[in-house]
């Protein structure tokens, strides 16, 4: 005959099991990083100039790029403050133009500074990772065009994210590792975009959901 009220001791065992499982579940979760910067509309952000070779302005929400000369490059800063480390993040959009293009993040610019890193894909399936600035006729690759599955080619939109603490720059695309490069040339600077043609103008990019967390 059972006793009513009572647990049996496994079960007793089991619950408390449970519960120290449920608890250090819950302590393991991570805690989301700090957002520093945030920008989505781009209405006082990233208002570069616009030139008769590449087209800077604000459209639907987002920021535009149109690199209308061939073998251009253009570039423009979206936060007025410095970062060290940080983890950054765009939307970026390759809206019309040949698929042999370049386009990405700019990071670290330093405001007294006249180069930066690039972390730059194009429409046809590369990544490279570059410093390139002000002073260079032809950037220096960190790491060279390599092709990935990880990027959606053409008229797509791809998720780029860099990570940078201190001297490790790790970069990925659509959520996924693609690798890290140890530079420590530039330990703070400011973040913003970059575009750029190769053998055709009229690239055209546009850039959504910037965000700069700690890392």
Do not use: H
Request: charged share 20%.
């Amino acid at each position: 005959m059972k006793t009513p009220g009572l647990i049996p001791y496994s079960a007793l065992l089991l619950i408390t099991m449970l519960a120290c499982s449920t608890i250090t579940n819950l302590a393991a979760s991570p805690t989301p990083s700090k957002l520093i910067f945030e920008e989505t509309e781009f209405v006082d952000t990233c208002q570069g100039e616009s030139t008769p070779e590449v087209e800077r302005f604000a459209e639907n929400g987002q920021f535009v790029m149109n690199v209308v000369s061939p073998s251009y490059i253009g570039w423009t800063e979206c936060t007025g403050a410095e970062y060290a480390d940080f983890v950054v993040e765009v939307d970026a959009t390759q809206v019309s133009g040949p698929n042999n293009n370049a386009y990405g993040i700019l990071l670290r610019y330093g405001l007294e500074a006249d180069a930066f890193y690039t972390f730059i894909i194009s429409g046809d399936g590369y990544y490279a990772f570059t410093i390139d600035g002000v002073n260079y006729t032809d950037p220096e690759f960190l790491v060279e065009w390599t092709e990935s599955s990880a990027i959606k080619q053409g008229a797509q939109t791809n998720r780029l994210k860099v990570v940078a603490v201190g001297s490790s720059l790790k970069y990925y695309v659509n959520d996924q590792l693609l690798g890290e490069v140890q530079d420590s040339r530039f330990s703070k600077g400011t973040v913003g975009f970059f575009t750029g043609s190769v053998e055709e103008g009229n690239v055209r990019i546009a850039f959504d959901n910037l965000r700069v967390s700690e890392p």
